[in-house]
C-alpha cells in the first residue's frame, strides 16, 4: 500500500470545482512540504501547488493560479486542492507528493497512485 492515497476526483463540467484529497499513512508531515502535481495524456507531469510546513508558503504554477487552492491538516495527516472555475485543460492524472523538506520548492519523495479528474464542455 503506497503512503499516500488520493481522493476526490471525477467528471466536473466547466466552470465547476472539485476537491481533491491526500491521505497521508505512515509518516508525519508536519516538517515536509506538500504538492500537487498533474499529468495529462501526451504531457509531462507538472508541478501545480507547494504549501511548506506551517502553512507559511505556497507556491502555484501560472495555469492555476487564482483557481486553485492548496492547503493542509497536519493533526489529520492530510493534505489538499481545492479547484475552482475548472477548464478543459486542467483534464489529467492528478497526484499527491510529500517532499523530505520543509520549504517549497520541494524534493518530493513519495507519491501517490493519482486521482483522475476530466473536465467536459
Known amino acids: 500500500q503506497l503512503p499516500l492515497v488520493e481522493s476526490g476526483g471525477g467528471l466536473v463540467q466547466v466552470g465547476g470545482s472539485l476537491r481533491l484529497s491526500c491521505a497521508v499513512a505512515?509518516?508525519?508531515?508536519?516538517?515536509?512540504?506538500m504538492g500537487w502535481f498533474r499529468q495529462a495524456p501526451g504531457k509531462e507531469r507538472e508541478e501545480i501547488a507547494c504549501?511548506?510546513?506551517?502553512?507559511?508558503?505556497?507556491t502555484y504554477a501560472d495555469s492555476v493560479k487564482g483557481r486553485f487552492t492548496i492547503s493542509r491538516s497536519d493533526r489529520e495527516s492530510m493534505a489538499f486542492l481545492q479547484m475552482n472555475s475548472l477548464e478543459p485543460g486542467d483534464t489529467a492524472l492528478y497526484y499527491c507528493?510529500?517532499?523530505?523538506?520543509?520549504?517549497?520548492?520541494?524534493?518530493?519523495?513519495?507519491w501517490g497512485r493519482g486521482t483522475q479528474v476530466t473536465v467536459t464542455a
Open positions: 507528493a510529500a517532499s523530505s523538506t520543509s520549504n517549497c520548492p520541494g524534493t518530493f519523495v513519495s
Open positions: 505512515g509518516f508525519a508531515i508536519h516538517y515536509r512540504a
Open positions: 504549501i511548506g510546513r506551517g502553512n507559511f508558503t505556497t
